[in-house]
């Protein structure tokens, strides 16, 4: 396996315009999560995924954002009338379930820089 | 809530150089704490980690005990290398499930190393 995969790892985008960001986990991981990373700050969580059940949403995931997780395998984040304030380093993570997480921590994929102009 | 507070960087080092990078957290219960390193342009990389109170987790010549009776996790580097130029974020994952089942993050710490 060769860890988390991120698609793109760019995107430039007019305000206004819709994006979709594709993450593949890690095959044996079913927790997934996303996260967004602004500059020079730490990572924020917005939302997560146990299977296919999205178990958590941040209130930082506006109804513009919205994330699905088809058959408990990749996850999509799209982004509609993206904003300039959407720009951002966006990052997927993901880990085992249950206990085994906290000694294991998550693995991240390298992220989609959105640039929105 | 969860909270993660980390030395205001960016810190600057010669070759060699002894590296301290503070960490202290707020959080309910026992968590796990970790650090993770950024390099530019990437995502993040476990560095290390500890479950326990007392625990110690070291790794690459890093190294940071978890302290709960101070909740700090500070990181160590006895001799720091150019390669180490890179952003550092302390994180802790609860231990409860549901709400909390998630890592948070501090603000993270640039440290530039100089030959």
């Known amino acids: 396996d060769t860890g988390v995969s991120q698609d793109p790892r760019h995107k430039i985008t007019k305000r206004g315009q819709n994006v979709t960001f594709r993450c593949d986990p890690i095959?044996?991981?079913?927790?997934l999560y996303w996260y967004r990373q602004t500059l020079g700050q730490g990572p924020e969580f917005l939302t997560y995924?146990?299977?296919?059940?999205?178990?958590?949403k941040s209130r930082l995931l506006s109804d513009r954002f919205s994330a699905e997780r088809p058959k408990g395998s990749f996850s999509t984040l799209e982004i509609q009338r993206t904003e300039q304030g959407d720009s951002a380093m966006y990052l997927c993570?993901?880990?085992?379930?249950?206990?085994?997480?906290?000694?294991?921590?998550?693995?991240f994929g390298s992220g989609t820089r959105l640039t929105v102009v | 809530g969860n909270s993660v507070t980390q030395m205001e960087g960016p810190v600057t080092l010669s070759e060699e150089a002894f590296l301290t990078i503070n960490c202290t957290y707020t959080?309910?219960?026992?968590?796990?704490l970790f650090w993770y390193v950024q390099y530019p342009g990437e995502g993040l990389q476990l560095l290390l980690k500890?479950?326990?109170?007392?625990d110690k987790g070291s790794n690459k010549g890093f190294e940071a005990t978890y302290r709960k009776e101070t909740t700090s996790f500070h990181l160590e580097k006895g001799s720091v290398q150019v390669s180490d130029s890179a952003v550092y974020f302390c994180a802790l994952l609860s231990s409860s499930e549901g709400s909390a089942r998630q890592l948070t993050f501090g603000s993270g710490t640039q440290l530039t190393v100089l030959p």
């Open positions: 995924f146990q299977n296919e059940a999205q178990l958590e």
């Open positions: 959080a309910t219960g026992y968590p796990s």
């Open positions: 500890a479950t326990k109170a007392d």
């Open positions: 993570a993901s880990s085992p379930s249950g206990s085994t997480d906290r000694a294991y921590g998550y693995t």
């Open positions: 095959s044996e991981h079913n927790r």
